[in-house]
Every structure is written in C-alpha cells, then in structure tokens.
C-alpha cells in the first residue's frame, strides 16, 4: 500500500497477497510489523478468509544495520500507535502480540500456525531463534516463509541457508527478497 511508510515494495506485496489467499481459516502469523505495509498488503484477504492474522512486533527497534534507523524513529514516534491507527484505517482486524517474537511463540500451541512471515530483526542469531521456533509452532502443511533474503543481507541469507540444509529443506525465491521453505512433508 503507497500510503503507509515501510519496508515492503509493492511487487513483494502482491506476492505476499497471494500467499495469504491461499489460506482459508487458520492461522497466518506475521513477525516484524513496523507501520503496517506489509500487513497492509495482507490483512482484508485475512479477514475476508476467516483467517486468524496475529501481528507480532515488540516495537523495540532491532539488533541489525537498520538499528540505528528504527531508534531514530522510535524516539519521536509512538510506532506501535502508528501501526495500530493505520490498521483501524483500513479497517483490518488484527490480534497484536507486542512483545519478542520467541515468547509470542510459546502462546502457540506445537503445529497450529498455517503461516508464518517472518520480517523480525535481520542479525543471524536472531533470524535462527526465529525459524527455529516458528518452525515448530507450523502445521505440518504450513507455509514458513520472510523477507530480505537477498545480497544485502548477507548474515539474514547465511542463517537461512544453515538452517534449511540442517532441515533438509529448500529455499525457494518470490519476488526481490522473498524466500520460503519448501520440503517438509505432513505427518502421516
Ligand atoms: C524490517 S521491520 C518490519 C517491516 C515491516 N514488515 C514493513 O512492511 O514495513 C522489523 C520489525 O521487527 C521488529 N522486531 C525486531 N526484532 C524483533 C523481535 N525479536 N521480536 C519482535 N519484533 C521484532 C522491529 O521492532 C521492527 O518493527
């Protein structure tokens, strides 16, 4: 969406539409919502499918090249409110978890989540912690997908790759610097 100031371009927002429109019901859970672009992209179709949309930012910043860009910000400007009042005006229904990605993990139950975004802070420690627990609260059929995974992320593509090859699972490219992982197949 043009209107709200973000990290999403618009050709990765229509990839990011479709992937939430593949989804009826269930449970997309997206991680590093800042001002709401991305989910801006993504919340009517949630709606509109009866999906469950959980944002989840601690509206703290984050431990990456950006920073020093988001403390800029955060130091004159309630974000969290910002992201909040841009959802109200476009009418989109969110559940807000603000607070760290790794504990708002644990309030979902193992294999109940449909879809993850992640779009968190882009350090490798934490791009891991992240997979790592989002990958176990995925639905065996889930979809774990993120953003930046391109060269100017290099630390962001490092984690992604070790931890896909330690998984056996593939990474997959959408758009720019979408990626998602392909190859966990469901339980029998
Ligand atoms: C790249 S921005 C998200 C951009 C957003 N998706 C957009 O479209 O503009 C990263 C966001 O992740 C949040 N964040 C970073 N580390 C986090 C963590 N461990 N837990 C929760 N939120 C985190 C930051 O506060 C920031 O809002």
Redesign the pocket.
């Known amino acids: 969406m043009k209107g709200i100031d973000?990290?999403?371009s618009e050709y990765e927002g229509r990839w990011y539409a479709r992937f939430a429109r593949g989804l009826r019901g269930g449970t997309f859970v997206e991680?590093?919502?800042?001002?709401g672009?991305?989910t801006s992209f993504i919340g009517a179709i949630c709606n509109a499918n009866g999906t469950r949309l959980v944002c989840?930012?601690?509206?703290?910043?984050?431990n990456d090249m950006l920073a020093a860009r988001?403390a800029a910000t955060l130091a004159v400007e309630d974000v969290q409110a910002t992201f909040r009042r841009n959802m109200a005006d476009l009418g989109i229904t969110v559940e807000v978890l603000a607070e760290?990605?790794t504990v708002a993990a644990s309030r979902f139950e193992p294999a109940s989540v449909d879809r993850v975004f992640l779009?968190?802070?882009h350090d490798g420690p934490?791009v891991t912690d992240d997979l790592v627990v989002w990958m176990d609260r995925l639905k065996p059929e889930g979809i774990l997908a993120g953003h930046d995974y391109d060269d100017k992320h290099a630390e962001l593509c490092a984690a992604v790759d070790a931890f896909a090859a330690e998984r056996a699972l593939v990474v997959r490219r959408g758009p720019r610097s979408v990626y998602w992982l392909e190859g966990r197949r469901p339980e029998a």
């Open positions: 973000g990290f999403f991680v590093g919502s800042w001002k672009r991305s989840i930012d601690h509206w703290l910043g984050s988001y760290p990605s779009d968190g802070s934490s």
